[in-house]
């Protein structure tokens, strides 16, 4: 390894944004401690993985990365894995994986000084949390990738047990971060010059400010006000903490954008309560109904997974006839993955995985044509993206307030900058985007 003179790192980064978010904190720590990141595995003395656990795919991903690189130990390098599958996992690490010096949980990343310290002397050093930490990560130093778009992290860990779960082991108790710290942030981040905040939680709306001062959507309404934020977005909600007072403050300030994701899992109630949801499958129409009765045009989106145990092929058509009622703009669908620890790896009734790749394939399937027809609607209308860069066709492609992609043409001779905001006429529309032509610059760019 180089000495202690060019300490140098590489971070590769699985699962959500939250995860994301916390390797722009831990680059910045360790950028902090003089590591210098690198962008490759071959220039790194550090090889850090920020992993994630949620299915089993994604566990297995960071055991293959390790498996190919083992030889490199020889030459000196060391390895850390970071997150859910360290959490998960702790110390077995070490057995699978002997070359790991470093295995941490998010809730322990305010130790990384110290834990660096211990693996460059040569030792191991183990980060994990029983569920006891009840403050959040924040930091000074979070090495922020993108320049437009700012991540916020407003709660972490989560309470909830839905019982196929792995996040309550994985990211702790559920703990919020004052509403004061989140609004001086979201006011550097706009003196800096972003103008997108994506305010972060497992469960966001299950926030509560430890001062007492701001419910939920009193922030996000605050967060929406900061002068020079053009669009905040939040994520997950949970349905089961989803007040009307949320789409009241996405009616009053328009800086909120036109979008709301709720994750539903399931159509049937019965399965619903198998899951340890919290919530019916009426109660979770209704707060569809509050948003769909709201004046803007607000996307809904989705997350739901088939298989889970001992769901009937009944059951499973009430989740198909649920996509009908709500009409999502996108969902997220997943098979079943029995998960350890959690309640429901004790539940028989497996569905055989064929069985699941065929419900898959036709929760897809009828969701395709739903996010096709609802994407017609905007055909004609001028909206406001943000501009993201190029496609390899040469368009440029913007991010409209719903979330929607839309790929876009400009006049001859027009350059646009990442970050900026254009008016683009919808010309076609397709089930996973939108295609467009600039019409001008929008305000304020
Ligand atoms: N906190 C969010 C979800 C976070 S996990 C919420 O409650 O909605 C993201 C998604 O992964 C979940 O919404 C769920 O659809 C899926 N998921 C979680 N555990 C899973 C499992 N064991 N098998 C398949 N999908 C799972
Ligand atoms: Fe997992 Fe349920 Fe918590 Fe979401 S609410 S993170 S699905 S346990
Ligand atoms: Fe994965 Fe952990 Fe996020 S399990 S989805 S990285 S909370």
């Known amino acids: 390894m180089s000495g202690t003179a060019d300490k140098t790192f590489y971070l590769e980064t699985f699962g959500c944004q939250m995860n994301v978010h916390d390797s722009e904190k831990v680059i910045g720590t360790l950028l902090q401690e003089g590591y210098r990141q690198v962008p490759t595995v071959e220039e790194a003395g550090l090889i850090l993985y920020n992993t994630c656990s949620i299915r089993d795919k994604a566990e297995q991903k960071v055991f293959h990365r390790l498996a190919d690189y083992k030889k490199l130990q020889a030459q000196g390098k060391k390895f850390g894995v970071l997150g859910c599958v360290a959490q998960q996992e702790g110390e077995k690490i070490f057995e699978r994986a002997p070359h790991v010096s470093m295995v941490c949980g998010s809730a322990s990343y ?54 196929y779960c792995v996040v309550p082991f994985t990211r702790g108790k559920e703990r919020s971060r004052t509403s004061s710290s989140v609004l001086a942030e979201a006011r550097q981040l706009a003196d800096l010059g972003y103008t997108e905040i994506q305010l972060l939680g497992q469960n966001v709306n299950s926030y509560r400010d430890p001062d007492g001062k701001k419910s939920f959507a009193e922030l996000l309404a605050a967060v929406g006000e900061v002068a020079g934020i053009r669009r905040v977005r939040f994520t997950t909600s949970h349905p089961r903490d989803f007040g009307r007072d949320i789409v009241d403050v996405l009616e009053a300030v328009p800086t909120l954008c036109d979008h709301v994701h709720l994750p539903v899992q399931s159509g049937s109630t019965r399965v619903l309560d198998a899951m340890q949801r919290l919530y019916t499958r009426d109660q979770y ?62 539940l028989d009734d497996a569905i055989p995985d064929g069985e699941k790749a065929w419900r898959l394939a036709v929760v897809n399937e009828k969701q395709k044509q739903m996010s096709a027809h609802r994407n017609k609607r905007h055909l004609g209308r001028t909206v406001e993206v943000m501009v993201e860069g190029k496609n390899p066709r040469g368009q440029w492609i913007g991010r409209t307030s719903q979330i929607k992609v839309l790929n876009f043409t400009v006049p001859e001779g027009v350059e646009l900058k990442t970050g900026s905001y254009v008016d683009v006429r919808v010309t076609a529309s397709f089930s996973n985007s939108l295609v467009g032509e600039m019409v001008s610059a929008a305000r304020g760019s």
């Open 110 to 163: 305010r130790n990384l000084p110290e834990m660096l310290v211990q693996i460059e002397t040569g030792n191991r050093s183990t980060g994990l949390d029983d569920r006891a930490t009840d403050h959040c990560f924040e930091t000074e130093y979070t090495a922020r990738t993108n320049p437009h778009r700012g991540y916020i992290t407003i709660i972490e860990g989560c309470d909830k047990f839905c019982a």
């Open 285 to 346: 129409l209704e707060r569809i109904s509050w948003i769909h009765a709201a004046q803007r045009d607000l996307s809904i989106t989705t997350d739901l997974i088939v298989g889970f145990p001992g769901e009937t092929e009944h059951e499973f058509e009430q989740t198909l006839s649920l996509l009908d009622e709500v009409g999502y703009d996108s969902a997220f669908t997943f098979k079943y993955s029995p998960r350890p620890n959690t309640p429901a790896i004790g």
